[in-house]
């Protein structure tokens, strides 16, 4: 039977499945590989919050510490001012020696870099999906420069003060390396020969106004640390929000 047509019907149905098939295939696989992705990120993130979390709660603890000691060298210093205003010829050497001590140290304070510091110098914070935990991380890095301000404002307070007594009190150097050592009464210097110029001291008004500047220090310490800590609670707290977020 030559010259007859053959004819081919296509089975189109079939061919639109498997065609639908191969697309579904595609577009899983392209799902599966953005699905483990996230999962790595998130894993990234979730390291990221948990080293910024346990560096947040021990500067927390540190400013804390460091907020008594300020404290403590303002009332030594307004103690130490009151002082001399009570002087009336007779002097305790013992309590004089105390609180010139304690105001001689300060406090500055130190807060290491830590897991937020490796990200800032790696440009990693966009680890970091929650826009607003960013925002509030840069602006702790913020007042680390406010706090280093603060110190630059102490060691010239004690830079001076340690220059006005050397000339005028020599035992004030030794009060200083006693301080740093913690001592007990029975480990304070025999101030009796240094009465002498301990009452000049007290009597010098220019003394006063050092010791009064000491004072301001400590207290601008305070409330920087008290900034600090308020921007450092707020941290902690959206770190550990979007932690529970992850889990």
Same mark, same amino acid.
């Given at each position: 039977?030559?010259?007859?047509?053959?004819? /081919?019907?296509?089975?189109?149905?079939?061919?639109?499945?498997?065609?639908?098939?191969?697309?579904?295939?595609?577009?899983?696989?392209?799902?599966?590989?953005?699905?483990?992705?996230?999962?790595?990120?998130? $894993?990234?993130?979730?390291?990221?919050? *948990?080293?910024?979390?346990?560096?947040?709660?021990?500067?927390?603890?540190?400013?804390?510490h460091?907020?008594?000691?300020?404290?403590?060298?303002?009332?030594?210093?307004?103690?130490?001012?009151?002082?001399?205003?009570?002087?009336?010829?007779?002097?305790?050497?013992?309590?004089?020696?105390?609180?010139? +001590?304690?105001?001689?140290?300060?406090?500055?304070?130190?807060?290491?870099?830590?897991?937020?510091?490796?990200l800032?110098?790696? *440009?990693?914070l966009?680890?970091?999906?929650?826009?607003?935990?960013?925002?509030?991380?840069?602006?702790?890095?913020?007042?680390? *420069?406010? +706090?280093?301000?603060?110190?630059?404002?102490?060691?010239?307070?004690?830079r001076?003060? *340690?220059?006005?007594?050397?000339?005028?009190?020599? /035992?004030?150097? /030794?009060?200083? =390396?006693?301080?740093?050592?913690?001592?007990?009464?029975?480990?304070?210097?025999?101030?009796?020969?240094?009465?002498?110029?301990? /009452?000049?001291?007290?009597?010098?008004q220019?003394?006063?106004?050092?010791?009064?500047?000491?004072?301001?220090? +400590?207290?601008?310490?305070?409330?920087?640390?008290?900034?600090?800590? =308020?921007?450092?609670?707020?941290?902690?707290?959206?770190?550990?929000?979007r932690?529970?977020?992850? $889990?």
């Open positions: 039977e030559t010259g007859r047509k053959v004819t /081919m019907t296509i089975p189109w149905n079939r061919v639109l499945i498997e065609g639908a098939v191969i697309v579904l295939s595609i577009l899983l696989a392209f799902a599966i590989d953005a699905w483990w992705a996230g999962v790595g990120a998130q $894993k990234q993130e979730q390291l990221a919050l *948990d080293g910024i979390e346990t560096d947040f709660a021990v500067y927390l603890e540190e400013l804390a460091d907020r008594e000691l300020n404290q403590a060298r303002a009332e030594s210093a307004r103690a130490l001012v009151k002082l001399s205003g009570e002087n009336s010829g007779q002097i305790d050497t013992v309590r004089f020696e105390d609180l010139l +001590s304690r105001v001689l140290i300060y406090s500055p304070i130190i807060i290491p870099a830590g897991t937020l510091g490796s800032l110098e790696t *440009d990693g966009a680890v970091i999906t929650d826009p607003t935990l960013r925002l509030e991380l840069v602006a702790w890095t913020q007042v680390l *420069d406010y +706090s280093e301000e603060l110190n630059a404002y102490q060691v010239e307070q004690s001076e003060l *340690d220059a006005f007594l050397k000339p005028r009190y020599p /035992m004030a150097g /030794m009060l200083r =390396k006693i301080s740093r050592q913690t001592p007990s009464t029975d480990e304070q210097t025999n101030g009796a020969a240094f009465t002498a110029d301990a /009452m000049k001291l007290l009597q010098d220019e003394f006063a106004n050092h010791v009064v500047y000491a004072e301001g220090a +400590s207290i601008a310490m305070i409330q920087g640390i008290d900034r600090m800590v =308020k921007q450092g609670e707020q941290v902690l707290s959206l770190v550990r929000k932690s529970a977020e992850l $889990k």
